[in-house]
């Protein structure tokens, strides 16, 4: 290996804590990854790392180390992406988070299209419904729905998702249609319990730009988006989700909307990066595509309004971690 290729696996270790994690992220053996690790600390004449059974940590050397690699690093990258021909054809591991229902409804089915375009790309789709560690999974992209916290991620706003209220049929005609938010004490709602912490969230409707919750009755809740709109289309309750993903039960009359005057304030959709100053070209080219594909379900990015939505109700709408 070379120095750069040196400082690259060394960076990857530091950010996984572990020499197995960051030889599965580098596609390398782990003997490969200890033993570049190992000429790096001779080369500098300095230990990095400290290595114990459970976990691996950096030495203060190593501290200083880790953001002058990752700067060299990032250098390079940036060198080479420099003077590629722009027509070249993108290739590599492309490593991507979205979340669970998007990845099913929206882009799993449209992959072939993409694979067409890029078919130098190798791409690892991870799907889920609780916001992941972008760093530490080695994860060169995520999709992310719900309001962001303050991270070192790199965050670029695609747009929002409209939510709107909607129940079955059959609900409906047992407990009847809410007409206003004062009958809604009067209804039971399925419960969205948040993957990472498992609390409910209340339900929310905006109201001259100021956010009202209420503490509903529920009898079921999920914590999962497939899960949630079952729940509703077996008459369990009143739900709120985005537009998009009911638009094909909408169509059939399987749900039917309520309180369209009533509804929460939409969700922020972002794209978010691990830090790093460039992106490289196979991110690009997702991001560029995944972007396409989500136009027609997304609103597109505004000026947030003065009420803000409290708590998440879909797929990975937990704040982002580092």
Same mark, same amino acid.
């Given at each position: 290996?070379?120095?750069?290729?040196?400082?690259?696996?060394?960076?990857?270790? !530091?950010? @996984?804590?572990?020499?197995?994690?960051? =030889? *599965?992220?580098?596609?390398?053996?782990?003997?490969?990854?200890?033993?570049?690790?190992?000429?790096?600390?001779?080369?500098?004449?300095?230990?990095?790392?400290?290595?114990?059974?459970? &976990?691996?940590?950096?030495?203060?050397?190593? #501290?200083?180390?880790?953001?002058?690699?990752?700067?060299?690093? !990032?250098?390079?990258?940036?060198?080479?992406?420099?003077?590629?021909?722009?027509?070249?054809?993108?290739?590599?591991?492309?490593?991507?988070?979205?979340?669970?229902?998007? =990845?099913?409804?929206?882009? /799993?089915?449209?992959?072939?299209?993409?694979?067409?375009?890029?078919?130098?790309?190798?791409?690892?789709?991870?799907?889920?419904?609780?916001?992941?560690?972008?760093?530490?999974?080695?994860? *060169?992209?995520?999709?992310?729905?719900? $309001?962001?916290?303050?991270?070192?991620?790199?965050?670029? $706003?695609?747009?929002?998702?409209?939510?709107?209220?909607?129940?079955?049929?059959?609900?409906? #005609?047992?407990?009847?249609?809410?007409?206003?938010?004062?009958?809604?004490?009067?209804?039971?709602?399925?419960?969205? =319990?948040? +993957?990472?912490?498992?609390?409910?969230? $209340?339900?929310?409707?905006?109201?001259?730009? &100021? @956010?009202?919750?209420? &503490?509903?009755?529920?009898?079921?809740?999920?914590?999962?988006?497939?899960?949630?709109?079952?729940? !509703?289309?077996?008459?369990?309750?009143?739900?709120?989700? +985005? /537009?998009?993903?009911?638009?094909?039960?909408?169509?059939?009359?399987?749900?039917?909307?309520?309180?369209?005057?009533?509804?929460?304030?939409?969700?922020?959709?972002?794209?978010?990066? +691990?830090?790093?100053?460039?992106?490289?070209?196979?991110?690009? /080219?997702?991001?560029?595509?995944?972007? !396409?594909?989500?136009?027609?379900?997304?609103?597109?990015?505004?000026? +947030?309004? $003065?009420?803000?939505?409290?708590?998440?109700?879909?797929?990975?709408?937990?704040?982002?971690?580092?």
């Amino acid at each position: 290996m070379d120095r750069i290729d040196l400082l690259q696996v060394f960076v990857r270790v !530091a950010e @996984t804590g572990s020499f197995t994690r960051a =030889a *599965d992220r580098l596609g390398l053996p782990r003997a490969t990854v200890s033993t570049a690790v190992q000429q790096l600390e001779t080369r500098l004449g300095s230990r990095l790392l400290h290595r114990t059974t459970r &976990r691996v940590g950096l030495t203060p050397d190593g #501290e200083v180390m880790l953001e002058r690699a990752r700067e060299l690093v !990032a250098d390079m990258e940036d060198i080479e992406q420099q003077f590629l021909p722009a027509h070249g054809q993108v290739s590599g591991r492309l490593k991507v988070d979205l979340p669970s229902r998007i =990845a099913r409804r929206l882009i /799993a089915p449209a992959l072939p299209g993409f694979f067409e375009r890029h078919p130098g790309i190798e791409l690892e789709l991870g799907s889920g419904d609780r916001a992941i560690d972008l760093v530490l999974e080695g994860v *060169d992209c995520a999709l992310r729905v719900g $309001p962001l916290a303050s991270s070192s991620l790199v965050a670029r $706003p695609l747009g929002h998702f409209t939510l709107i209220n909607c129940a079955s049929p059959a609900y409906l #005609e047992r407990h009847g249609t809410p007409r206003t938010t004062a009958d809604l004490p009067r209804h039971t709602a399925v419960n969205y =319990a948040s +993957p990472n912490s498992g609390r409910a969230a $209340p339900w929310e409707w905006s109201d001259d730009g &100021r @956010t009202t919750s209420l &503490r509903m009755r529920s009898q079921v809740s999920a914590n999962n988006a497939d899960i949630y709109i079952a729940f !509703a289309l077996a008459g369990l309750g009143l739900i709120q989700v +985005p /537009a998009y993903d009911v638009r094909e039960h909408l169509a059939a009359g399987e749900l039917l909307e309520v309180l369209p005057e009533a509804r929460a304030e939409p969700l922020p959709v972002h794209l978010v990066y +691990p830090h790093r100053r460039n992106l490289s070209r196979r991110v690009q /080219a997702f991001a560029a595509w995944l972007e !396409a594909q989500l136009a027609d379900s997304l609103d597109p990015p505004s000026r +947030p309004g $003065p009420a803000r939505l409290r708590k998440a109700r879909q797929t990975n709408m937990q704040p982002e971690r580092r």
